[in-house]
C-alpha cells in the first residue's frame, strides 16, 4: 500500500495534536452567541493574530480571488460532516462570490484519511489550487472508505497521473506540510473536525450555509462572528 512506512507516524502526530488539546482542554467559552442552522449553540472563541493559518505552507485556496476574510476550514477526509461541509461549502464558491476558502488538512480519525490527506497535499505542488479543491471535493463525493488508494482513484478519473501524484506525496516535503497543518491546530486548540477559523475567531463544527454566510457578513461589517446591531 502507498506510504506503508510513512502512515503511522503521520497517524500519530494527528493523534498527538488531539491528545495535546485534548477536548476537555480545549477553550469552551462563547465568544459570540451564535447557532447552527437548527438553533444549536456553536462554540467559538477568538484567536491570536499570530496563530491565524494564513502563513501556513500547503493551504489549498479557492473561491473569489482575494476576497477577504478567508474561511479557513480545518477537516479530515474520514469526517462525515466535513463531507457535508465539502458539498455545501462548494455551493458558496464561485469567482464573483465574494467567499475565499482555505483547507486545512487535519486527519485526527485514522491514518488513512492522513494517506488521502497526502495525496491532496501533493495535488497542490504538482497541479495547483484549483486542480486540487477539484481532487478535495472528489474525494468526498466518492463513495466507500477513504484511504490512498481512493485518493489515486480519484485523481485518475480526473485526468491526473496517480504515480507521480503517488510518488510525490512519498517525499519528506509533503510529509512536513500535514504535520505543520495539524500542529497549527493543536496551537488553536481545534481538537477535532469540521472547525473554522474566520477573521480572528475560531469555530467549531459545520453550522450550516446561512449561518456561514452571516459570519462573513458579520466578519466584514464589524470584524466579529455576530454585530451588535444587524445594520
Not at 503521520?10 to 485534548?22: N, R, T
Not at 462554540?43 to 493551504?59: C, E, H, Q, Y
Not at 464558491?93 to 482555505?102: A, E, I, N
Request: glycine share 8%.
Amino acid at each position: 500500500m502507498p506510504f506503508l512506512l510513512n502512515r503511522r507516524s503521520l497517524f500519530v502526530a494527528a493523534a498527538a495534536a488531539l491528545s495535546a488539546s485534548g477536548v476537555g482542554q480545549a477553550k469552551t467559552g462563547r465568544a459570540f452567541e451564535i447557532a447552527t442552522s437548527d438553533g444549536a449553540p456553536i462554540r467559538n472563541f477568538r484567536i491570536a493574530p499570530a496563530k491565524a493559518p494564513s502563513d501556513l505552507p500547503g493551504l489549498i485556496l479557492t473561491g473569489s480571488a482575494n476576497a477577504e476574510p478567508v474561511l479557513y476550514e480545518f477537516f479530515d477526509y474520514a469526517c462525515p460532516y466535513c463531507r457535508v461541509a465539502s458539498q455545501e461549502i462548494d455551493m458558496l464558491l464561485s469567482p464573483d462570490s465574494g467567499v475565499r476558502l482555505g483547507l486545512v488538512q487535519h486527519p485526527v480519525l485514522s491514518s488513512r484519511s492522513a494517506d488521502a490527506a497526502r495525496v491532496a497535499l501533493a495535488a497542490s505542488r504538482l497541479h495547483g489550487d484549483e486542480v486540487a479543491y477539484r481532487l478535495h471535493v472528489g474525494i468526498f463525493q466518492a463513495p466507500g472508505a477513504v484511504n490512498a488508494e481512493k485518493a489515486l482513484a480519484v485523481a485518475a478519473g480526473q485526468g491526473l497521473d496517480a504515480g507521480s501524484l503517488a510518488k510525490e506525496a512519498e517525499r519528506a516535503e509533503i510529509a512536513e506540510l500535514l504535520a505543520a497543518h495539524v500542529e497549527r491546530a493543536r496551537t488553536l486548540s481545534l481538537p477535532q473536525a469540521p472547525s473554522f477559523v474566520l477573521g480572528e475567531f475560531a469555530f467549531v463544527g459545520w453550522p450550516g450555509v446561512e449561518p456561514i454566510e452571516s459570519f462573513i457578513a458579520a466578519t466584514r461589517r464589524c470584524g466579529g462572528l455576530r454585530c451588535a446591531s444587524p445594520y
